[in-house]
């Protein structure tokens, strides 16, 4: 097997029984349409175990002439139709996308950078964002007016966003008040300040913007927290627990002072002492991708490649961050490879698409994904050529389809928390 294929050309080989890697699903390698036809879920890959909320959304019929399309007629039909709506259009590709996606993008980046390209391109009528809900909740709350954002499958959700809804963040809160009181303190710092992680929904940094709080990415966490830190004595940080851990940790937060809050259990399964003493709360939310990379995989990497450079994403768990050799952002991990200049191995620990994207770009390194088995994000992996030749035909026809709006009354406090994101720039 070329160690530089496209995912979704290895997954259709493991399928075929022409290659022997493994995958997490053999279902990867039907069409994403498929999935939308029995109880809705994530989809297989990474969060096909986690469960998914009562109505979440899910992708109506594609046309059949979609589905039927060979990748070669699929990829003709979205470069007609985007040379015919011209600048009317930006599309948005995550790092997470796979390549039958990415070659498309008029911008690749991680969330934060996608966010800012959202607001950069006020001269295209319509953003085509080929990545997850809350992605496009964030380009329209951040976009004109005018500008329609459309996502291609309505079912590319995140089920890290959706481990932490509006109603137990806000029982949580509330608990928090009642143990803390609303009080500044002598230096004016309020008792806890909410901070919530990019990948949530529009009404949880909604919920930041109105309680005194931020959005974080992966990039700027750190300097989040620093800011967080400077207006309260404590941080409630959701829905990721790893990166919210593996932050506080490096500014020198102990472990101890950072307890683990479950929702909709009395004060989050903690006693009252525990929350006291707590610096920074953290809510039980993970990535189910992330979360795939061990300790033991590192160990194995570095037996086989004396000399590996291990690097993993934040999102990862404390104990696989302390093994790797440094840690990052994925744009992190894309400039870390880029900046390489002699011949390199890489065990890099992030999703499988962006890994073998680097993989292809630069053969002069060796670069692998910990994780051995061909398991990609879930969500990401439901944005398919054919749903991406779909909305851009019905824009050539005048017709808006899978169009995502946040309400005003939501979308005015969050762009405050989201404004004072864009504005916490990390010092290097």
Not at 15 to 21: C, F, L, R
Not at 73 to 79: G, K, N, Q, T, V
Not at 244 to 263: C, D, S
Request: glycine share 8%; with cysteine; hydrophobic share 40%.
């Amino acid at each position: 097997m070329n160690p530089t294929a496209s995912v979704n050309d290895r997954i259709q080989l493991i399928a075929a029984g022409k290659s022997d890697e493994s995958t997490c699903s053999p279902s990867l390698a039907k069409g994403p349409w498929e999935f939308d036809k029995g109880t809705p879920g994530y989809g297989p890959g990474a969060s096909m175990g986690d469960v998914i909320p009562t109505g979440s959304p899910v992708q109506g019929g594609l046309p059949e002439e979609y589905k039927t399309a060979t990748n070669d007629e699929l990829h003709a039909r979205i470069r007609a139709a985007k040379e015919t709506l011209g600048d009317k259009v930006v599309i948005l590709g995550h790092f997470y996308q796979r390549d039958e996606i990415v070659q498309h993008a008029d911008y690749l980046g991680d969330s934060f950078q996608l966010a800012v390209a959202a607001k950069g391109r006020p001269e295209a009528e319509a953003i085509v964002f080929c990545g997850v809900h809350f992605m496009a909740e964030t380009a329209d709350i951040l976009s004109n007016d005018n500008q329609k954002v459309i996502l291609p499958n309505l079912a590319a959700g995140c089920s890290m966003a959706d481990m932490a809804d509006i109603d137990s963040v806000t029982q949580c809160w509330e608990q928090l008040e009642e143990l803390y009181g609303t009080e500044p303190d002598e230096q004016g710092r309020v008792p806890v300040i909410p901070v919530t992680y990019m990948n949530s929904s529009a009404a949880l940094k909604g919920f930041c913007g109105e309680h005194g709080g931020i959005v974080c990415t992966s990039s700027n966490a750190a300097t989040v927290l620093e800011w967080a830190f400077e207006r309260g004595q404590r941080v409630l940080f959701f829905p990721d627990q790893h990166l919210g851990r593996n932050t506080a940790k490096a500014m020198g937060i102990p472990v101890e002072q950072m307890p683990l809050w479950w929702g909709r259990k009395p004060l989050g399964g903690n006693t009252a002492e525990e929350l006291t003493d707590a610096k920074v709360i953290l809510w039980n939310g993970f990535c189910s991708v992330h979360k795939r990379f061990t300790v033991e995989q590192i160990e194995k990497a570095r037996a086989e490649y004396p000399g590996v450079r291990v690097i993993v994403h934040p999102e990862s768990p404390m104990a696989v961050v302390d093994a790797s050799d440094e840690y990052g952002s994925t744009d992190y991990i894309r400039k870390a490879v880029e900046a390489a200049t002699e011949p390199t191995t890489f065990a890099i620990g992030t999703e499988i698409n962006m890994v073998q994207r680097l993989a292809a770009q630069h053969p002069e390194h060796t670069i692998f994904c910990l994780d051995p088995v061909v398991c990609p994000c879930s969500t990401m992996y439901r944005i398919h050529p054919g749903y991406l030749a779909w909305v851009l035909e019905r824009l050539v026809a005048g017709e808006v389809v899978n169009q995502i709006t946040v309400d005003e009354s939501v979308a005015e406090p969050a762009r405050v928390a989201l404004e004072r994101m864009l504005a916490a720039k990390p010092a290097n």
